[in-house]
């Protein structure tokens, strides 16, 4: 259950349902919706690096979102691979103008982040 449902439930059974969050409540939805945003750009990553450790011989453990592509020493090829096991992960299609933007993995993250988030 997260938190909004959890303060629902609280004003709901204190009598209190309908009355305005406080200030506090709503500091503490802010701070979970951080904290979700940074586990799905940890998911992201994690899904990115597994679509690039075939085409390079970097170890995991090596990889970070600053991470710059051009020393994973990938050819266009594999590049392209990449990015169809990706589309192909997240039901998405992403824009070639986009790939050819991708500096590090940041940017790869960035660009999934971006375009899961349209409707």
Do not use: C, Y
Request: aromatic content about 4%; overall charge negative; glycine content about 2%.
């Amino acid at each position: 259950m997260d938190l909004s449902a959890l303060v629902a439930l609280k004003a709901q059974l204190e009598g209190e349902e309908g009355s305005p969050t406080t200030d506090a409540e709503l500091a503490v939805l802010d701070s979970s919706e951080g904290e979700v945003s940074e586990d799905k750009k940890q998911d992201l990553l994690t899904e990115v690096v597994t679509a690039l450790l075939p085409h390079t011989k970097i170890a995991p453990e090596e990889f970070s979102l600053s991470t710059e592509i051009s020393t994973l020493r990938l050819n266009k090829l594999a590049i392209w691979a990449v990015v169809a096991r990706l589309e192909s992960e997240f039901k998405l299609s992403i824009p070639d103008i986009e790939v050819e933007k991708w500096r590090n993995i940041a940017d790869i993250v960035a660009t999934l982040e971006s375009i899961s988030e349209k409707p």
